[in-house]
């Protein structure tokens, strides 16, 4: 069965750690592929940035 795994991260360094640490809880798994998104908006002055990924493996 086909399962997926969303995290998303304001920091491309905490993206990054969270997908490893995941990675290594499913190493047993076979990975399908990982989709890999930046998002950037702005509210005020600021820009805000959304960094997320999603893991598709097979469970």
């Known amino acids: 069965m086909y399962t997926i795994?969303?995290?998303d991260e304001s920091h491309e360094k905490d993206l990054e750690a969270k997908v490893n640490s995941?990675?290594?809880?499913?190493?047993?798994k076979k990975i399908v592929d990982?989709?890999?998104q930046v998002s950037v908006?702005?509210?005020?002055s600021e820009q805000i940035?959304?960094?997320s990924a999603m893991i598709i493996y097979i469970d």
């Open 5 to 7: 795994k969303v995290i």
């Open 22 to 28: 995941f990675l290594r809880t499913i190493s047993n």
């Open 34 to 36: 990982i989709k890999f």
């Open 41 to 44: 908006g702005v509210f005020s």
């Open 49 to 51: 940035y959304c960094f």
